[in-house]
């Protein structure tokens, strides 16, 4: 029997993320949450006839994946290169014979990985790696890397579904508790008494990836590495609808996140490679990226209200610890997001129509009204018909909300 557009969506956007599914809680890496998909499904009902549509943060796809199975041309950018894979790996249309030749050579890689008859590849260069893994967990990985490696082209339909049950697996070898905002690591003493199969965990992520790429979408959505402040130079036809989820000014990472499958995937070296591209990221502030904020300067002409002002002055005052560095990140976060909005209008339509599904922030138990924010830059920008919708309490903190941010392009 088919199952429903939203099951099968779910399956495909569940490829890496594997706990919570059904409250839609963030768990480790914090990848599509039931929530997200669901959101993206109701925005996509209401829509009438063919489109072309556009998400300028891709993430995990989930915008792209929900257009594609309705039918839509779908592109979608990113600035990390993990995600963009990753992307491109969900929204592939997979050939029966690539599914199976993937179920083959599973068999095939774990028996070379079990047999020893490949050297292992080296263990990444992640910091502290014990605490992710135990040492008997790394050193299947590597020899399963290596088998993997061995077995299948990593940049062939199959060897690529085998690369995302190969994600799957490194999460469920891995120290990492599921069931929290940001992950945290279990107690290992607790864990050896589990004797993990790591073989059969693997086998699980191959069978429930290849049960996930058995469904294709009806188009195959297209999935870019470019970042959303230059899109003048993005080569496309132009949008009827844009469905996106921006970072938000939480100074969440998702390099800091993403890293275990980076530094596996080799899609990260080391540390400085990772500062580096958080600072690309909007919202970014791992690593080297802090302390180049401390350097940053507005441009002349950068966004500023009397509103914002006020609540960057009450967060940069010297009784909180890091309130000016806090308040650089913000105005950069904000000008970040300004330059995307005027460079979105390079690739709309006419009356296209936009949705940004963003939360506000709080600092110091200041309230930062992301959300008005972005309304205001809209109009200044002249789109028209701004609306916020409040969505739903991101937390228990009652003032954590999320909102679906929408406009009309003139
Ligand atoms: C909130 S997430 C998107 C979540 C996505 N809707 C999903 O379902 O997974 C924001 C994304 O924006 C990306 N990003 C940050 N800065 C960017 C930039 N300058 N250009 C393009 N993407 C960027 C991040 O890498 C991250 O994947």
């Known amino acids: 029997m088919r199952r429903s557009a939203f099951n099968r969506l779910q399956q495909r956007a569940d490829y890496t993320y594997k706990y919570n599914l059904r409250t839609g809680r963030h768990g480790w890496l914090r990848l599509t949450p039931a929530y997200s ?24 796809a989930t915008t792209a994946l929900g257009a594609a199975y309705h039918g839509h041309d779908a592109v979608t950018i990113d600035i990390n290169p993990f995600l963009v894979w990753l992307g491109q790996a969900k929204t592939r249309l997979y050939t029966a014979r690539a599914i199976a030749q993937a ?13 020893g008859s490949v050297k292992a590849a080296s263990p990444p260069l992640i910091h502290n790696i014990e605490r992710w893994w135990a040492p008997e967990a790394v050193e299947f990985l590597c020899r399963l890397q290596a088998a993997l490696d061995r077995t299948l082209p990593s940049e062939s339909d199959a060897g690529v579904l085998l690369r995302v049950a190969f994600c799957r697996t490194l999460m ?30 693997f086998r699980n992520s191959v069978a429930f990836v290849l049960e996930g790429a058995s469904e294709n979408p009806a188009r195959e959505a297209q999935v870019i590495l470019h970042d959303a402040r230059e899109l003048a130079t993005l080569i496309t036809e132009p949008f009827d609808l844009v469905i996106t989820s921006p970072p938000y000014a939480n100074r969440m990472s998702y390099i800091r996140e993403l890293r275990p499958y980076m530094y596996w995937l080799r899609f990260l070296t080391d540390g400085r490679e990772a500062g580096e591209l958080d600072w690309l990221a909007i919202g970014g502030t791992w690593g080297i990226a802090t302390s180049r904020l401390n350097a940053w300067q507005p441009e002349e002409e950068a966004y500023t209200s009397e509103e914002f002002e006020k609540v960057l002055d009450r967060i940069a005052n010297p009784i909180n610890s890091n309130g000016p560095l806090l308040a650089t990140y913000i105005r950069k976060y ?38 008005r924010l972005y309304a205001s830059i809209l109009a200044r920008l002249s789109f028209r018909d701004i609306h916020i ?17 929408s406009a009309t392009f003139e």
């Open 389 to 405: 919708q409040p969505l739903r309490k991101r937390n228990s903190k009652r003032e954590l909300v999320e909102f679906d941010v």
């Open 334 to 371: 904000v000008a970040d997001m300004e330059k995307h909005f005027a460079e979105l209008r390079a690739v709309l339509k006419p009356r296209a129509k936009i949705h940004y599904i963003v939360g506000n922030s709080s600092f110091y138990g200041e309230l930062l009204p992301v959300e």
């Open 103 to 115: 179920g083959e050579a599973s068999t095939e890689a774990l028996r070379l990985a079990n047999s």
């Open 37 to 60: 998909v669901r959101i993206v499904e109701e925005l996509l009902d209401q829509t009438q006839g063919h489109l072309r549509v556009f998400d300028p943060f891709c993430g995990t």
């Open 172 to 201: 469920a070898c891995s120290n990492a508790a599921f069931n929290h905002q940001s992950m945290s690591f279990k107690d290992t003493n607790q864990l050896r008494l589990l004797e993990p199969d790591y073989a059969d965990s």
